[in-house]
């Protein structure tokens, strides 16, 4: 009961300050209306994303297609909302999985302590030595290029910082007086997991997850920039720029328009995650 008082003020209080910090709410919001938009893409979007029109090819925005056409025709605009449901997708999905095996795994080190916990936090290190991007490309070239591989390798390379995270804030949580007295009535690991643990890590986790995803969403752009991620016809953000960096002198508009949405986009996820970092976590400097 002690704890569950102590989780639910720290949450009143870190939201309290979190709506002060009018950047992280403005971005909030915009991350709200970017997801809206493209979640309804297939009913709101003015053609189809596929269908190709040669007549209109390479046209620039007009009062028919607001953001222009590419090659082959296809509304910008419409690709451009398709895009960003898959990449927003993409990065959602990835990261739950980053944090799943991160948490798991974070409070599984803590928990069994000794040399076991070293040796699991030695794998992390070495891991993170490793050439992420690298791996990435290669699960999805030996794996094949569908959405579920690209889901599991981009998420499976991203949950490392967590894990460290999470498994340093479950060790100051072990040592404390109400999980202490939690073990001494007897409660199961699971119990203190799912009643102490997770209300307090609540905070942690949101402000991880907001700071995974536009990494998450910009591993995925560069793969697909590579042409080893989403394949034709879907498109993504990252994918748009590539084919509009292969023609920025002819068509410009096809670089700029997902260029600077998924700018937006990551700056947006970035103001949110640190205005969440500074309200919940007490050790911020802006209260």
């Known amino acids: ?66 953001l222009g056409t590419d090659l082959l025709g296809r509304d910008v605009l419409s690709r451009l909302l398709q895009g960003g449901a898959i990449s927003l997708f993409v990065g959602f999905i990835a990261t739950a999985v ?7 795994y974070g409070v599984l080190a803590a928990e069994v302590g000794g040399r076991t916990e070293d040796g699991l936090m030695r794998l992390v290190d070495i891991v993170s030595t490793l050439p992420l991007t690298l791996i990435v490309i290669l699960a999805t070239v030996l794996f094949g290029q569908n959405m579920p591989m690209i889901f599991l390798a981009v998420g499976g390379v991203s949950w490392l910082t967590m894990a ?30 799912r009643h102490h643990y997770l209300p307090n890590l609540a905070g942690t986790i949101a402000v991880c997850a907001t700071l995974t995803v536009p990494g998450v969403m910009l591993l995925e752009a560069f793969v697909s920039f590579l042409g080893l ?11 748009m720029i590539k084919e509009g960096a292969d023609i920025m002198e002819e068509c410009p508009w096809l670089l700029i328009s997902p260029s600077v949405v998924f700018a937006l986009t990551l700056l947006s996820l970035n103001f949110l995650g640190d205005g969440l970092r500074d309200a919940f976590d007490p050790r911020s400097s802006k209260r």
């Open 1 to 66: 009961m002690m704890a569950s008082t102590v989780s639910t003020y720290q949450t009143e209080t870190g939201w309290q300050r979190f709506r002060k910090d009018r950047m992280a709410v403005w971005s909030g919001g915009f991350l709200v209306v970017v997801a809206l938009l493209c979640a309804l893409s297939p009913w709101i979007s003015p053609y189809p994303y596929m269908a190709q029109n040669l007549e209109a090819s390479a046209m620039g925005p007009s009062a028919s297609h607001w």
């Open 98 to 104: 980053a944090l799943f095996v991160g948490i798991i």
């Open 164 to 193: 460290r995270i999470i498994r340093n804030q479950t060790r100051e949580l072990k040592g404390s007086q109400f999980v202490q007295a939690a073990v001494a009535l007897g409660q199961s690991r699971l119990g203190i997991f």
């Open 229 to 239: 991620g989403v394949k034709a016809p879907m498109t993504s953000w990252g994918l």
